[in-house]
Nanobody
Framework: VTLVESGGGLVQPGGSLRLSCVAS????????MSWYRQDPGKERELVAF????????KYADSVKGRFTISRDNDKNAVYLQMNSLKAEDTAVYYC?????????WGQGTQVTVSS
């Protein structure tokens, strides 16, 4: 299982970013996917979840109404559209899937929200 994130960067408060995660090594369309984030000194937290078909999504309260998770099963990709970014959204964002009771993670992509 390989997960490769991209799309992070430096953005001003109120700006937008779109993160991408391309998966390989497993039947992508059969598994739910999630985005997590972690700030130094803090625990990794779940940001958004999407079911295998994309029909069900969940969000952390802190990002509801600002972030949107989506997936393209033909491209083995999951996305996180982040709008109205705030300084507190600054973190490393990780793509995640769970398979056979095991967590798989990408290498992470840094998102920094600062003026």
């Amino acid at each position: 299982v390989t997960l490769v994130e991209s799309g992070g960067g430096l953005v001003q408060p109120g700006g937008s970013l779109r993160l991408s995660c391309v998966a390989s090594g497993f039947r992508f369309s059969s598994y739910s996917m999630s985005w997590y984030r972690q700030d130094p000194g803090k625990e990794r937290e779940l940001v958004a979840f999407i079911s295998s078909t994309g029909g069900r999504t969940k969000y952390a309260d802190s990002v509801k109404g600002r972030f949107t998770i989506s997936r393209d099963n033909d491209k083995n990709a999951v996305y996180l559209q982040m709008n109205s970014l705030k300084a507190e959204d600054t973190a490393v964002y990780y793509c995640n899937t769970k398979r056979d009771l095991r967590d798989y993670w990408g290498q992470g992509t840094q998102v920094t929200v600062s003026s």
